[in-house]
């Protein structure tokens, strides 16, 4: 089983939707959480921190179940402009290395 | 406004001719780290320092070294690049390397470096 696991998509939504993203992680020991967004040939770029049980920021809000070992992004009011790979990041435990899932493809369309 | 720079963003090696990555930050973070990343796939760590502390990983190529000689600036050489080391490379810091949790892990990543082997 992969330390993170993510649906890769695509997803395929019109603007103006709302979208999630699961994805899962094998270690329950797991201390720190993140979302990256990475568009097309770019470098991956820090979206959210998840902290404690989630939190919010604008139209993006992350949410942590550490019971079922989950995490969760929902995008609202989807802009054309969200469309990229979102990466979950877990970090291995006992240390600061991050574990990249292999990201969720979002396409925004008109 | 504080960042990682890489040079240069594009890079064009012949198959076994040694090449050098360059990273700089101004973001004064302790740890520096260098990660391989293929299409459609995750970016996977090569190494990173902590401070002078170089730390690699089980399963990184011995064709891969690298060095830090001084906070802010790190490299990464490819000694005889083949061509399956054709990738985007990628530069992160992060403030702190450790368990818990915090910002202190957040990593922050550099634009890349596109390498073509020919």
């Known amino acids: 089983r992969k330390e993170v696991e993510q649906d890769p998509g695509p997803f395929n939504v019109p603007e103006g939707a709302t979208v999630a993203f699961n994805c899962t992680y094998s270690?329950?020991?797991?201390?720190?959480f993140f979302w990256y967004r990475q568009d097309c040939r770019k470098e991956p770029k820090l979206l959210m921190s998840?902290?404690?049980s989630g939190n919010e920021d604008g139209r993006f809000t992350a949410q942590l179940n550490r019971a079922s070992q989950y995490i969760s992004l929902l995008i609202r009011d989807s802009k054309l402009s969200d469309s990229a790979t979102y990466l979950c990041v877990v970090n291995r435990v006992n240390t600061g290395k991050l574990i990249f899932g292999q990201g969720t493809t979002l396409q925004v369309k008109p | 406004d504080a960042m990682v720079i890489q040079n240069p963003r594009y890079q064009v090696t012949q198959f076994g001719k040694p090449v050098t990555l360059s990273c700089s930050q101004t973001?004064?973070?302790?740890?520096m780290y260098w990660y391989q990343q293929k299409s459609s796939q995750a970016p996977k760590l090569l190494f990173h320092y902590y401070d002078k502390d170089f730390n690699n990983e089980a399963d990184t190529p011995d064709n891969f070294q690298s060095r830090r000689p001084n906070t802010s600036f790190c490299f990464l050489d490819i000694r005889s690049p083949g061509l399956g080391d054709a990738a985007m490379y990628l530069c992160a810091t992060s403030r702190d390397w450790g368990e818990g949790t915090g910002a202190k892990n957040e990593q922050f990543f550099g634009p890349g470096t596109r390498l073509t082997v020919l």
């Open positions: 998840v902290y404690s």
């Open positions: 270690n329950s020991a797991s201390q720190s």
């Open positions: 973001l004064n973070h302790n740890v």
